[in-house]
């Protein structure tokens, strides 16, 4: 198994820094324009289309076209947990149908005074066995730039 990590402090309040992680529409606004995302449907745990924050159950089918090469992606995640404490939260999607052969990605958030620490973790396996394993080290270079233009976005849409 894989795994990739990534933190930044956000210099904005942890209830505004969960509340924007909270929505699909703070995953589109940290998503790049490069990635080329649309969002197919999101459905509620209750099975209602569109809920107003994602809790354990909504489903999340989505398709990307990284720098508009090759077939469109489709990819369909779960959000499997989500808790919040006085100045922490975290929640987790994992991957159910999509590129890879496993995507758990856990979205962490700490109160820092005023500030938010915000961390990504990612535990993953490439397809194809084998040969998915002697290219991971090379995945890592399309994770950080995907992870440091999402923190980047999010801290300028947070820190405005």
Known sequence: MQTYERETTVD???E???????????????TPDWMNLRVERVIGPDGEPDPDVLEPGSEIALSMRPFGVGPRQHWTSVITA???EDGSAYFRDEMVHGPFDHWEHTHTFHADGERTRLRDRVEYELPLGGLGDAVAPVSKIGFEAMFRARHRLAKARLEG
């Open 12 to 14: 904005s309040p942890f």
């Open 16 to 30: 505004d820094v969960w509340e924007f992680n909270s929505r699909i529409s703070g995953l589109e606004a940290v």
């Open 82 to 84: 989500r808790e919040r």
